[in-house]
């Protein structure tokens, strides 16, 4: 990720736990801010799409927005990209970027398609 200043910046993924760690783009930008021109090269559309949607979301005068509020611009600038570009956007950007899987629990995917090691419910689990 490059910065206003064109200084490289790491993603930090971030450690949860001793061996565990947030997946890149889970664990960044979290308290972080970004301006209009940061939001358009990341978004890829031009500075007035951003700065129109800057005004009409936060109002007249906005210059920054925080991680929630560039989630909701994906949204709204973006809107007919698909999700994993959307995510992708926001992860250039350097704004907080939540995992799609995040309620699932134990894995990182749908429980219908868990590994049977990640399930909770595991056969032979009852009282062997």
Do not use: C, N
């Given at each position: 990720m ?19 760690y947030?997946p890149?783009?889970e664990?960044q ?6 301006g ?8 890829g559309?031009?500075?007035e799409r951003?700065?129109?949607a ?5 109002g007249a ?5 925080d ?5 909701d ?10 999700l994993?570009a ?5 992860m250039?950007l350097?704004?907080?970027?939540p ?17 049977d090691?990640q399930?909770?419910?595991?056969p032979g689990?009852?009282?062997?």
């Amino acid at each position: 990720m490059t910065r206003p200043d064109g200084q490289e910046q790491p993603i930090r993924a971030g450690i949860k736990r001793p061996g565990e760690y947030g997946p890149a783009g889970e664990m960044q930008g979290i308290g972080e801010t970004f301006g209009i021109d940061e939001v358009a090269a990341a978004f890829g559309v031009a500075r007035e799409r951003v700065e129109a949607a800057f005004t009409g979301e936060y109002g007249a005068g906005t210059e920054r927005i925080d991680s929630r509020q560039a989630q909701d611009l994906s949204e709204l600038i973006l809107t007919d990209e698909p999700l994993d570009a959307r995510q992708a956007a926001l992860m250039k950007l350097g704004a907080f970027t939540p995992r799609p899987d995040h309620e699932w629990g134990a894995g990182e995917a749908d429980p219908a398609e868990e590994s049977d090691s990640q399930r909770e419910d595991q056969p032979g689990d009852q009282g062997a």
